[in-house]
């Protein structure tokens, strides 16, 4: 995977290329969640302005998040063709199809159902509509409640409505979980999430700020982008960073850019700084820390995990 910008990030936080490989997880299962049933299933189907007047069959998904997320609530099975990056669960129909250059006719050619995108790149969503190809765009989640969202919007659409509901109850019951029993501590700890090596962060106010925040951190990226011009994704500088001297520094470009603790450590000025003398640098699943389906409850578990080991 080429090395990613803030642009390219936040455009799909991002739509994936923070995405390639990962774990297994129970909830990527294309089997229903245990007394649930999809035979309630109404259609026709609304959601927004797409009706479907049956349940889809040939479902092509462009977006890495939106994959997980149709099997993750048991659609699996109606899925024909999923982009070049969805790359989870392993047996997903990947294809040459593009989410970041999508080509109209290369997707109506699929003879699909139901396409989803997480992005409108280069009008495609006219493109498609124009060639009567039904469209739903599933934009990249700036809360958790997006994300909720979606899964019940794939699943009023994939006639599992049922299972999409249990997807996202078990995803809110983990979360409690998981932060119910925080350390209570009179100082923050402080972290700095590394997009790539470019030094590119995320905010407070992205996606994934918004799952630190729910592990009771402070991100020291927030000062960068106060006013908000950069979107959520400012570029930092090696000197901001180490004035910073964040407690933890978390790393999504393992895969991508084979960054490490070893490289971090390397890097000017950074052997002093206190996630690198306390052995601090968390190595991120690249695909888990860009998504926003299922698995950000494995990324919240990464977090907490990572810093329960500092007393409070």
């Not at 995405?19 to 649930?36: F, I, R, V």
């Not at 999508?102 to 050619?109: F, K, L, Q, S, Y």
């Not at 009771?216 to 004035?243: M, T």
Request: charged residues 20%; hydrophobic residues 40%.
């Amino acid at each position: 995977m080429s090395r990613r910008t803030p642009r390219l990030f936040a455009a799909t936080l991002a739509v994936a290329a923070l995405a390639l490989g990962a774990c297994a997880e129970k909830t990527s299962s294309d089997t229903p969640a245990a007394g649930s049933s999809s035979t309630a299933a109404a259609f026709p189907a609304t959601v927004g302005n797409l009706t479907l007047d049956k349940r889809p069959e040939k479902i092509v998904s462009l977006s890495p998040t939106a994959t997980e997320m149709l099997f993750a609530i048991g659609a699996g099975k109606q899925v024909t063709a999923v982009d070049d990056q969805s790359n989870f669960p392993a047996d997903a129909p990947k294809s040459e199809l593009s989410g970041f250059q999508p080509n109209a006719e290369a997707i109506a050619g699929k003879n699909p159902d139901l396409v989803v995108l997480a992005n409108d790149t280069n009008k495609i969503v006219a493109q498609l509509t124009a060639l009567k190809v039904p469209v739903l765009l599933t934009p990249a989640a700036a809360t958790l409640d997006d994300s909720y969202r979606q899964l019940t919007d794939l699943g009023t659409l994939t006639g599992h409505p049922t299972e999409a509901a249990d997807v996202t109850a078990r995803m809110k019951d983990e979360i409690g979980k998981l932060t119910k029993d925080l350390p209570q501590r009179s100082t923050k700890l402080t972290y700095y999430h590394e997009l790539g090596p470019e030094l590119y962060s995320a905010t407070s106010k992205t996606f994934i700020g918004s799952i630190y925040t729910l592990a009771g951190l402070e991100n020291i990226a927030d000062a960068s982008d106060a006013d908000g011009k950069n979107g959520g994704y400012p570029q930092l500088s090696q000197e901001v960073i180490v004035k910073a001297n964040p407690d933890f520094v978390f790393l999504a470009d393992v895969k991508c850019c084979q960054q490490s603790a070893d490289t971090v450590k390397a890097r000017s000025g950074w052997a002093g700084v206190t996630a690198v003398k306390n052995n601090q640098v968390v190595a991120l699943d690249d695909d888990i820390a860009s998504r926003w389906g299922p698995r950000v409850v494995d990324l919240l578990r990464s977090i907490v995990d990572a810093t329960a080991k500092v007393p409070a």
